[in-house]
């Protein structure tokens, strides 16, 4: 059994979506389970349906979402003859379950509504998708993955609930491969114990793709992309970036922490915990050989550059010029956790703490005021986070050539510049 996940924008046009068929057809006679998220900027765009519902303008929601409607329909027209009219009524359905949503007025709080606006985007992706394929005569199964991936009502960041999860794939998904090889269904989407739609996180696609792939044990979860394979740096921004033809889970981990855009940062360890390597393939050449992520040590890695931009260092400087000892330490932590706030960078010094978080507005003013009972507080703005492992000093003077530094840590394998954008 093989997992394959395909992201939105390897289903954002029609011939893309012809070409996803093409893929599979150059598996026969394999169980493919297939993820796939919403077409193109589809979740962008549910965003701010939810975001114009939530702030009471109706109108405005309604249409942004007739937008996403039509884009849908139009896809379904071009791609579908046989299968249009049954596909029309599965998405109706669909449209209509958020229209009624939209009709109302919001009284639980953002995140309830945005997951239940946004997993739409999934749904009529991965319809389309299946009528596709099975018009073009590959009999695919679809699945409402929220039948399957049980959650906790943490919306927006949903946590998979595995026991149950597990003996839901067992029942529900293993038998379909009884009927036919190809079993289709979203990412990134969930349901709580009270069928409230969930989301797992932005870009959380690759991560669904992989509880799928440790419970059903596949042999290997394939990511199709618009690039090569993994690449050294950000292509758009290192026109010279390297192509890596294999990586230790521990490498991509580290790589998505520091925030390459590469995989999900969750998708590693359901893989890593059986071993299941993951293949990042080009769906644009599928026969190219694509980067392997599995359990080797791989010597020799070039140097990888990742840049975070939109970053705000925090300055802590403690009141009276006391030491920074355990206790502020320990109550600034604490905020972290309270507020949701992942450090990005931290130097501790003797009488000051400095701090690199993502620019959330609303998340640094909450922390800037609640630190400010034991500290003095001031926050830069307009940062960028370097990150380069595997370095070498020349590279690195180039990449900061020109730019203030403001902080820098550094390991044997890894040095942290944070600069001026
Ligand atoms: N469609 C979702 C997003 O854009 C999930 C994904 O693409 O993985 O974040
Ligand atoms: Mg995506």
Redesign the pocket.
Known sequence: MKVFKF??ASVQQTEKIQNVANIIRSYPDQQILIVI??MGKT?NALEKVAEAFFEGRQEEALQLFEVIKHNHINTSKYLLVTHFNALMEQLTNFFTEVEWLLHDKPVREYDYYYDQIVCVGELLSTAIVSAYLNESGIPAQWVDVRDIFRTDNNFRDAAIDWSFTSQRVQEEILPLFENSNIVLTQGFIGSTDENESTTLGR?G?DYSAAVFANLLNAESQTIWKDVEGVMNADPKQFPNAQFIAELNYEEVIEMAYYGAQVIHPKTIKPLQNKSIPLLVKCFLDKDLPGTVIHNKQVKGLPPIIVLKPDQALIHLHSKDFSFVGEKPVADLYQLFSDIKIKPNLIQTGAVSIQVAIDDKPEKIQKLALDAAEFFEVQVEKGLTLLTVRHYQDGLLQELTNGHSVKLKQQTPQTVQVLMHQ
């Open positions: 992201g939105g998220s919403a979740t870009e696609s």
